[in-house]
């Protein structure tokens, strides 16, 4: 199990840091013009900080563990993530962008997994 939750902190990691740091890189209208229909519904800094919260959560969910410094961020982490998930599964059904739910429930789903077995049975012994 510990591998299974090394692999999906690390892909889920990859996944926030690669959607985060496209909002935190790209203005408001050329995400808006790439599909990201919703950042029209936010301002341009708070489009910033949700990726930038993006970003924190994937750092977190591995830098942590490979360092051995305060593992205990890993789970945090996790949940960190969950919620900024539970922000966009409210975001997206409120626009009626269902195919969007789906990615953001597998997303918060994995990211709820490392959070159990992080502060659970697999938690990092220091």
Not at 47 to 68: S, W
């Amino acid at each position: 199990m510990n591998l299974v939750l090394w692999t999906v902190a690390v892909l889920l990691g990859a996944a926030m840091l690669g959607a985060g740091g496209m909002k935190l890189l790209r203005s408001r209208a050329a995400l808006a013009a790439s599909g990201l229909g919703w950042v029209d519904d936010f301002s341009p800094g708070t489009v910033k900080i949700i990726g930038a919260l993006e970003v924190a959560g994937g750092l977190g969910l591995v830098l942590p563990a490979v360092t051995g410094t305060a593992t205990v961020l890993v789970p945090l982490a996790g949940l960190g993530i969950v919620i900024v998930m539970i922000g966009a599964v409210i975001t997206h059904a409120r626009r009626h962008e269902y195919r969007m739910i789906v990615a953001n429930i597998v997303l918060l789903a994995l990211a709820a997994v490392v959070a159990w077995g992080r502060f659970g049975p697999y938690a990092f012994v220091s």
